[in-house]
């Protein structure tokens, strides 16, 4: 049994080879309809022959354009004068340091998510500053974050906020 299938698995294979369909194919003497081409020389000598090989021309046409444009004058464009005081003044401007309140300022922006805040909300409101219990609740850190993890979430939202939410008493 089988045997069998196998066998016409490979019949199956196989009936590409056998198909009714042929492929239609070019005679030599189809190909060589083109009055005026020559098999025995180049491609291109062919195209030159019959007048069709241009490309040479486009190049060179292209090549005195070139030519032609480099040799006409440059055209200048005007500048205001500035003076060096002037200069040295913009350089000093865009040297400049911010000034410090603006630093610190970029520097106290933390970026929180909705679900931290969420989270260390309900934890310090329920555990205070008790890191270990805070890691063992799992209703309420989901995240479950390390006691080092809930400690540094509830400075950056201490830094973001700048006051930390009531504790339930």
Not at 116 to 144: C, P, S
Request: glycine residues 2%.
């Amino acid at each position: 049994m089988a045997r069998r299938k196998t066998v016409k698995r490979a019949q199956k294979s196989h009936k590409h080879l056998f198909s009714r369909n042929k492929k239609i194919t070019k005679t030599q003497k189809e190909q060589n309809k083109i009055p005026g081409w020559n098999r025995n020389i180049s491609f291109t000598q062919n195209l030159n022959n019959l007048g069709m090989n241009t490309g040479f021309q486009i190049n060179q046409k292209i090549t005195n354009e070139l030519k032609k444009k480099e040799s006409a004058p440059q055209q200048y464009i005007e500048a205001e004068e500035i003076s060096i005081d002037q200069i040295k003044e913009l350089q000093r401007q865009a040297t400049s340091k911010l000034p410090t309140e603006e630093v610190e300022k970029k520097k106290n922006k933390v970026r929180m998510n909705i679900d931290d805040e969420w989270a260390i909300e309900g934890l310090v409101k329920k555990y205070k500053q008790d890191w270990e219990a805070m890691k063992r609740d799992h209703k309420l850190n989901t995240f479950q974050w390390t006691a080092i993890q809930c400690q540094k979430k509830y400075n950056d939202y201490i830094k973001r906020y700048g006051k930390c939410p009531k504790p339930q008493q």
